[in-house]
């Protein structure tokens, strides 16, 4: 992270509830701006995320800077990292990289076995999750628990979502699955990818040569 002195990226607990309305009124500024109309979390709901300690709150001193939560679907088998916002003064130093990466450790200490997805349309945090290892998918990969896509239903774009099916929408998912860890375990070490290796994975074996097919290689034999 860029230079801010005394700013700390932690496990939110009790002592960061009194922050909750200053979170979800700096939520709502943000969804306002971007006109994506997402709808407000109640008190309560942040409140047990925060005390629950699924949550991660960046601050500045003891001023509040940043935020993001998890939350589990389809009965654990899916965690979202959701509700990430940046203070605006705070933007551009790399805040929500770090909120997000301690987001992800959380996650993956406490669903180990799950998949972790978000949804979003900004460029900021599909760069982020790309270095965390998250991939794009289809919706077909994601949740199907109704619970999760009915909190689109705020959305401006809801009305899109439900005539694709839930098939597509606005938003890119994106995925990260810990089975993916394994094998790269298995081959000695983790998996970096990179545009580079996804090319050469693509590039067939014997360049674009036209193939030979088993029964003319038979035949010749
Ligand atoms: C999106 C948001 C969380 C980014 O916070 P931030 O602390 O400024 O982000 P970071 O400084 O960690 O930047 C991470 C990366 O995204 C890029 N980025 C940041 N804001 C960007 C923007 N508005 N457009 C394009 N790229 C952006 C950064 O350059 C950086 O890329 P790099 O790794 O190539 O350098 C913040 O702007 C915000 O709170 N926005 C409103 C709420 C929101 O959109 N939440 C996401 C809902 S899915």
């Known amino acids: 992270m860029k230079e801010i002195k005394n700013m700390k990226v932690v496990v939110a607990g009790e002592e960061h509830v009194k922050y909750v309305d200053e979170i979800n009124d700096a939520i709502d500024e943000a969804s306002k701006q971007r006109g994506t109309g997402i709808a407000r979390r109640t008190f309560e709901y ?9 949550a ?12 993001c939560y998890i939350e589990s ?3 654990k088998g899916f965690v979202a990292n959701s509700g990430l916002i940046v203070v605006p003064k705070y933007r551009g130093y790399g805040l929500a990289k770090e909120i997000k990466r301690k987001a992800f450790q959380l996650s993956r200490k406490k669903y180990p076995e799950a998949k972790i997805f978000g949804l979003t349309t900004g460029l900021a945090v599909m760069k982020i999750n790309h270095e965390l290892g998250y991939r794009p998918v289809t919706f077909s990969e994601l ?3 109704d619970q999760f896509w009915n909190g689109c239903k705020g959305c401006v ?5 439900e005539r ?17 860890e394994k094998t790269a375990k298995k081959n ?4 970096k990818r990179s545009l580079l290796d996804i090319a050469h994975k693509l590039k067939p074996k014997n360049g674009f040569k036209k193939q030979k ?8 034999n």
């Open 46 to 54: 942040l409140a047990s995320k925060i005390t629950d300690g699924k």
């Open 56 to 67: 991660v709150i960046a601050l500045h001193d003891d001023k509040f800077a940043g935020f």
């Open 73 to 75: 679907w389809g009965n």
């Open 143 to 145: 949740t199907t628990d």
């Open 157 to 161: 774009n809801y009305d899109i979502l």
């Open 164 to 180: 694709m099916d839930r098939t597509k929408c606005l938003c890119t998912g994106m995925l990260y699955d810990p089975a993916w």
């Open 188 to 191: 000695g070490s983790i998996r």
């Open 213 to 220: 097919s088993e029964s003319v290689k038979k035949k010749k």
